[in-house]
């Protein structure tokens, strides 16, 4: 969700089309790979595959803060180019 | 001299599988070093990184950078899960950034034309501003742009054996 509400704001943000797909893409893939994580454990749990609860975790623990960190960097730099749009 | 046993043998050679969320959180420590020192020097980080471009330094020490940081990456996760560095996986690491921030060097040039081409005001502003996004993205790119490859790769490896 986090993901998607950046994605959003770059969207309508007036960067070059370059940056915002970059930007784009970056924050979907970080996006979706921890959803994978979340789904992942969740269906090995429901069919009894091998689960280990740790590495779930940890995997999740390090994507959510990548989601995070990759959402308040971006969010930062859209405020200062709006700061020089607005000029 | 008696033979070495087979559970060591094969704690040694056990080949090194890498897992997407191994550079995830050092991606996520760099995206906030680099987020803190926009907010901390919200001017003389962004100029400094203008003038480092400017100069043309700015994609050679991004591959310094980003090279010793993936390289050592690697080795970590190595050194943690007693597995073997492949070769393959180290040419990876070496060459993907170089290719990646050397192609989106061309892609910041285009950015750039593409704004000052616009004729909007602030353009220089405007710009300085794309040359710090573009950084910012690049830099992940950079770093996550191997691993993923590796991890394709590794899984192709699977599913071929």
Same mark, same amino acid.
């Given at each position: 969700?986090?993901? !998607?509400?950046?994605?959003? #704001?770059?969207?309508?943000?007036?960067?070059?089309?370059?940056t915002i797909?970059?930007?784009?893409?970056?924050?979907?893939?970080?996006? !979706?790979?921890?959803?994978?994580?979340? !789904?992942?454990?969740?269906?090995?749990?429901?069919?009894?595959?091998?689960?280990?609860?740790?590495?779930?975790?940890?995997?999740?623990?390090?994507?959510?803060?990548?989601?995070?960190?990759?959402?308040?960097?971006?969010? !930062?730099?859209? #405020?200062?180019?709006?700061?020089?749009?607005?000029? | 001299?008696?033979a070495p046993?087979?559970?060591?043998?094969?704690?040694?050679?056990?080949?090194?599988?890498?897992?997407?969320?191994?550079?995830?959180?050092?991606?996520?420590?760099?995206?906030?070093?680099?987020?803190?020192?926009?907010?901390?020097?919200?001017?003389?980080?962004?100029?400094?990184?203008?003038?480092?471009?400017?100069?043309?330094?700015?994609?050679? $020490?991004? $591959?310094?950078?980003?090279?010793?940081?993936?390289?050592?990456?690697?080795?970590?996760?190595?050194? &943690?899960?007693?597995?073997?560095?492949?070769?393959?996986?180290?040419?990876?690491?070496?060459?993907?950034?170089?290719?990646?921030?050397?192609?989106?060097?061309?892609?910041? &040039?285009?950015?750039?034309?593409?704004?000052?081409?616009?004729?909007?005001?602030?353009?220089?502003?405007?710009?300085?501003?794309? $040359?710090?996004?573009?950084?910012?993205?690049?830099?992940?790119?950079?770093?996550?742009?191997?691993?993923?490859?590796?991890?394709?790769? &590794?899984?192709?490896?699977?599913?071929?054996?």
């Open positions: 969700m986090l993901a !998607i509400s950046v994605i959003w #704001d770059l969207q309508k943000s007036q960067f070059t089309s370059q797909a970059l930007g784009s893409v970056f924050l979907a893939m970080s996006g !979706i790979m921890a959803a994978a994580v979340w !789904i992942e454990s969740y269906c090995r749990r429901s069919t009894g595959t091998k689960f280990t609860p740790e590495r779930a975790w940890r995997d999740s623990r390090n994507l959510a803060l990548l989601v995070f960190s990759l959402a308040m960097v971006t969010e !930062i730099l859209l #405020d200062r180019f709006v700061k020089v749009v607005a000029l | 001299m008696s046993a087979p559970a060591l043998v094969n704690t040694q050679s056990r080949r090194l599988a890498m897992r997407l969320a191994d550079p995830a959180a050092t991606l996520a420590y760099v995206s906030l070093v680099f987020g803190s020192l926009l907010v901390f020097f919200p001017v003389s980080f962004p100029r400094l990184v203008v003038q480092n471009w400017q100069n043309a330094r700015l994609t050679p $020490i991004m $591959i310094f950078f980003t090279v010793c940081l993936n390289l050592g990456l690697y080795l970590r996760v190595a050194h &943690q899960r007693f597995g073997k560095p492949g070769i393959v996986a180290s040419a990876c690491l070496g060459s993907v950034p170089v290719i990646l921030l050397a192609g989106l060097n061309f892609v910041l &040039q285009a950015t750039i034309a593409h704004t000052i081409s616009v004729n909007a005001p602030n353009a220089v502003a405007r710009v300085n501003e794309e $040359i710090l996004a573009h950084t910012f993205f690049a830099l992940i790119a950079a770093i996550f742009g191997p691993f993923l490859l590796i991890r394709l790769a &590794q899984q192709f490896r699977k599913d071929n054996s």
